[in-house]
RNA sequence: GGACCCGUGGCUUAGCCAGGAUAUAGCACCGGGCUUCUAACCCGGGGGUCGCGGGUUCGAGUCCCGCCGGGUCCGCCA
């Protein structure tokens, strides 16, 4: 939609520039403005080299444009600025697009892998990984929605001593019956005291560790078995905020599978590895690393970074867009590990960063037990929207308001945490988790089932003349519809998630606006009626379409 | 000590990568709106030296340099 416009003007544009004999990229030199559809400022960037005042050549490349098109009514000059307005047919194109489910795929294409959470398996996951989570699956939607074919992957540590912690836990403490993240990580708290009080069983953790890289079928087991318990708890919290791997990848595979060695053969034939007291090390003093990078070390095991680089070698090679989402104390190693992915000439990933979560007092930490489980968080915040349903709902049955709560408690917890840039550090506070304002995905939710409360009175609906949709409150609606397309272009390159996040608040609130002023079911004549109920099907449409991509439920009714 | 990220009204936050026309919203505060399609809504008001200092530019919240404050990292851990 957007993006149809968009091109006509550039187009248009385009001509203009040509006619006058200038060449400049058109890339980013069309912006939203307040006082036109889209406008250009590429006259201010002229200037200089033509030696002329903004404002004469903006009026050259003006007078030299091609006529308005299709869905371009009207270019005007204002002084410097050129800008450029959406024509009626435009207008009415969008909303008879809207009507249908199909308006919203994107024109993207190719493979893409994302991997996200990928926490150890060792503990629940708590609300600092699941602005992992929820950052990553939004990518997921929005890639999907631009049209690429999307893997999610989640990526299982195993052979890290953590896994080798909880595996001496299991062996030598009891699971209690509770959720299987949360009893995991009981056992590995404690094992964790125990190695404190008696660190000479830390030899045992390390024997484990060489048993399982040396593939020993007992221990094999041992491992997998523990890492599948802890994992079946992470899941079944990620399968309640809407959140599904498409597949896991386990750690392990690559040692076993020869890929490790294969890459450790290709780094020491770049010639840029040493072996320094037995280690062999990638020199990247060149790169700017103060450090060299460990690949092996003295005792010939494995160490995480080398399985890392083979974990990568394999998504470049099956994927066209590799991307993955790291927390900020990931920042170093996903530095390293590109620039050895560089050297190998592997495709590098691309790498979503995003900043801590903290706790009031300190950041959080399994091992030390101290966190807030994503599992409490979602549980208290279903609570309280349980509270606030009964409140403005109190006819409804209890099955209603519980279902209602629940859609409400995910699209609550998903939105506040994606609404925020991924390079905001943030700091946990309950009081905020459990407001359902406006800047909330109760606001949006509430809209669509305002949306599809109308319609559901409404019946089958007519013919109908989008032409008749005239007013300020119709046309910024059908504005704003019009966007995704752009909005999900932009994210899905930009991989930004949060730009979704602003967009769904502003689709909301137009739609707001237009219910507000413009009543449907009753509006006179039938024509214009017919009309509103379009443009409200194509806004419940757009909605539905916004809050899918966001991993957020849509009640018909709240 | 070095590297990276952040610093926008009392609090939270968009805009910064690709510099342009009155700086985006929410919360809180003050005031208004339900015989009218769900008031989880809408309207009005007050509140900003865009951390500080330089620089580049016709023009800087946006780019460059320095400083200050906060976060993160600098293991033969993962």
């Given amino acids: 939609m957007f993006l149809d416009f968009m091109s006509e003007v550039e187009g248009i544009l385009k001509e203009g520039l040509d006619r006058c004999g200038l060449s400049v990229s058109l890339e980013n030199s069309l912006d939203l403005s307040p006082h036109a559809d889209l406008s250009t400022t590429v006259a201010f960037r002229l200037s200089p080299a033509l030696k002329k005042s903004p404002k004469d050549i903006a009026a050259e490349i003006y007078s030299s444009m091609g006529s308005p098109s299709r869905w371009v009514d009207r270019a005007e000059l204002v002084g410097p600025y050129i800008n450029f307005h959406m024509s009626r047919s435009f207008l009415d194109h969008v909303v008879l697009e809207a009507q249908g489910e199909d308006a919203w795929r994107g024109r993207m294409s190719g493979s893409v892998i994302v991997e996200h959470t990928s926490a150890n398996p060792d503990g629940p996951l708590h609300v600092g990984h699941i602005r992992n989570s929820v950052i990553g699956d939004t990518i997921v939607r929005i ?78 087991e041992k491992f997998q078995r523990a890492a599948k318990y802890a994992i079946s708890g992470i899941e079944s919290t990620l399968h309640r905020m809407n959140i599904h791997h498409d597949s896991y990848k386990w750690e392990s595979e690559f040692v076993w599978d020869g890929s490790v060695d294969e890459i450790l053969d290709m780094l020491e034939r770049t010639g840029r590895t040493v072996l320094k007291d037995g280690a062999l090390q990638l020199d990247l003093s060149e790169e700017g690393f103060e450090k060299s990078l460990v690949l092996r070390r003295a005792d010939g095991t494995t160490l995480y970074t080398t399985r890392d680089l083979a974990y990568h070698k394999w998504k470049a090679e099956n994927y066209e867009r590799v991307v993955e989402v790291l927390g900020a104390d990931h920042k170093l190693v996903s530095a390293q590990l590109r620039t050895a992915l560089r050297i190998l000439g592997i495709k590098e990933p691309e790498v979503v960063i995003f900043e801590f979560v903290s706790l009031p007092d300190g950041s959080m930490s399994t091992r030390r037990g101290k966190f807030i489980s994503a599992d409490e968080l979602l549980d208290e915040v279903e609570k309280q929207a349980y509270i606030e349903v009964t409140k403005r709902r109190p006819e409804m049955d209890e099955d209603f308001r519980k279902e209602v709560a629940g859609k409400v408690a995910v699209g609550a917890v998903r939105y506040d945490i994606v609404r925020v840039s991924a390079d905001k550090a943030t700091m946990f506070d309950w009081k905020a988790a459990l407001d359902f304002e406006k800047l909330s995905a109760p606001f949006i939710q509430y809209s669509h089932a305002r949306a599809c409360s109308i319609l559901k009175k409404a019946g089958d609906l007519d013919e109908f003349d989008p032409g008749l949709l005239r007013d300020d409150h119709e046309i910024s609606l059908i504005k704003k519809i019009a966007e995704f397309d752009l909005v999900i272009d932009r994210a899905a390159r930009e991989l930004k998630p949060h730009q979704l996040a602003t967009y769904a608040r502003e689709l909301a609130e137009r739609f707001n606006l237009f219910y507000r002023y413009d009543p449907v079911l009753d509006a006179k004549p039938d024509e214009l009626r017919n009309a509103r109920l379009a443009l409200v099907r194509a806004s419940r449409n757009a909605l539905s379409a916004t809050l899918e991509t966001l991993g957020i439920e849509a009640p018909e009714s709240m």
């Fill in 143 to 220: 890639l999907r929605r631009a049209g690429y074919s999307v893997e999610s992957q989640y990526y299982v540590n195993d052979m890290g001593r953590q896994t080798a912690m909880v595996v001496w836990g299991c062996d030598h403490l009891d699971l209690d019956d509770s959720k299987p993240d949360h009893a995991i990580a009981r056992v590995y708290i404690a094992a964790h005291r125990i190695m404190n009080e008696r660190p000479e069983l830390s030899a045992e953790v390390d024997e484990l560790m060489r048993r399982y890289e040396s593939r020993d079928p007992e221990t094999v």
